[in-house]
């Protein structure tokens, strides 16, 4: 069970469970708003007040984001390191190598 002012678990799995390209858009806007305040709230709420359930889903939370966010920073960087080389190696880099 959810911790008060908290989204429930059992809509969050429901949520998971549904493909994205079964949603409309104002389905995929409400979960936005209501994962958005959920995660707010969560962030607000100290641990110590948290229910062992509610800490978990938060944990879990907390994870998923922050390896969805070093994947995103990790396949940017990727994209600038080919994006160099292709300048570099067709002469559109503002910058070359010195060949001394």
Known sequence: ????????????????????SQKGVF???GESVTNAADSLAGSAQPNSDKGFFQRGADHAGNAKDSASKEGESFIDSAKNLVNSASDYLTGNSAQKPSTK
Do not use: L
């Open 27 to 29: 389905e995929k806007a």
């Open 1 to 20: 069970m959810s911790d008060n002012f908290r989204k429930d678990f059992s809509d969050k799995a429901a949520e998971a469970i549904k493909p994205d």
